[in-house]
């Protein structure tokens, strides 16, 4: 049993899952990123199974900054070393007091929403949609369709892939910040 079913099994609320995402998952969500991007945030990075996927596919002149509240999963992070990468220990909500209004290229989610009260939600996109760059774009994984209508309601300009090889298979939202 991995270090992450182990801790998520104790802590099925933070995770959302109680296995990490396959390769498919996050190379699928890794080759999103434009070329252009230079600022990429992830937040629940978890062991760090999608952030290494991001490292290897950002472009030369982008930076990442992953989020992880856990205190368990944190170790699996510091073991990453990539010049261009660095873990936040800040929730997620911490995110507009971390960067300023429109600087962010990309925001990759690996966060439960679906677990998250409405409040909870709303005050994660608007933050999102905040530090986002006009065009900017912001990932969300699900495996179940259950917020699309709340994420189109921050943005209208969402795609919609599958990814079948995970378990369980995941629907990932690719919304472009077009709003500004």
């Given amino acids: 049993m991995t270090s992450f079913t182990k801790y998520a099994l104790k802590n099925l609320k933070l995770t959302g899952s109680v296995i990490p995402s396959s390769r498919f998952l996050a190379n699928k969500i890794a080759q999103q990123i434009p070329k252009e991007s230079r600022t990429i945030v992830e937040l629940g990075a978890g062991d760090g199974v999608i952030t290494r996927y991001l ?74 949609r905040k530090v986002l760059t006009t065009n900017g774009l912001f990932i969300q994984y699900q495996y179940l369709p259950k917020d699309k209508k709340l994420i189109l309601q921050y943005f209208p300009d969402t795609k919609t892939l599958w990814s079948a090889l995970n378990v369980p298979p995941a629907f990932i939202y690719i919304s472009r910040n077009s709003a500004k």
């Fill in 55 to 128: 490292l290897k596919h950002m472009p030369e002149q982008a930076h990442l900054t992953s989020y992880e509240i856990s205190k368990q999963l944190l170790p699996h992070l510091a073991k990453i070393d990539h010049p261009r990468f660095l873990v936040s220990n800040h929730s997620a909500l911490e995110l507009d007091n971390d960067f300023a209004q429109s600087t962010v290229d990309v925001v990759i989610s690996s966060l439960p929403i679906a677990l998250f009260d409405q409040a909870m939600k709303q005050q994660l996109l608007s933050q999102i």
